[in-house]
């Protein structure tokens, strides 16, 4: 028995195949469209997330003794959370008094600031900070590395600082009140 397929079959199964093929190059554009939006999205968050580290560990790493009120209030922009507990209790008033009376200074230079990760309104970062401290009882400034984790909270206002963790390596001695 010999099946017969007419032209009007083949033709109609031919349009089918097409808006099939057509079909799914269409879904494949959506969906690629959508994968590189949200890539773009996070472009740009990590972007945002570098760009508020970088600014947030200029702030930490360089501060003079004459200006610590002033150093002490940039810092505290960035901070939310515990870490903004933290800093009033680390730079209260003794503490800055000290600083001013120690004619405390520090030039930090940000090497690199790595975003690990990004989720939601969370990110987490890792960087890497030379630092140089001077005081009037010293002769020879005393630099140093810091590794510094940072936790990060995306607010209405921006990124904010929710954590910090600087890290030391077994060489380096530790960091007064780090």
Partial sequence: MKVR??????QAVSWALFLLVLGAAILFFILWRHAE?????TDTERAQVVTTATDFLNALTNFK????DQDV???????????????DQFF????REGLRK????????VEKVFVESISGDQAEAFA????????ASTTTPKAQTLRIDLGMIDTSSGWKVS????????????????
């Fill in 5 to 10: 397929i007419t032209s009007s079959v083949r």
């Fill in 37 to 41: 939006g949200n890539r773009g999205r």
């Fill in 65 to 68: 003794g004459a200006t610590i």
């Fill in 73 to 87: 209030a940039r810092i505290k922009a960035f901070a939310v959370g515990d870490f903004a507990d933290q800093v």
């Fill in 92 to 95: 209260g008033p003794t503490a």
């Fill in 102 to 109: 120690a004619q405390a200074n520090s030039i930090g230079h």
């Fill in 128 to 135: 890497v900070v030379s630092e140089t401290i001077t005081n």
């Fill in 163 to 178: 954590r910090v963790d600087i890290l030391q390596s077994p060489s380096t001695p530790p960091i007064p009140g780090g």
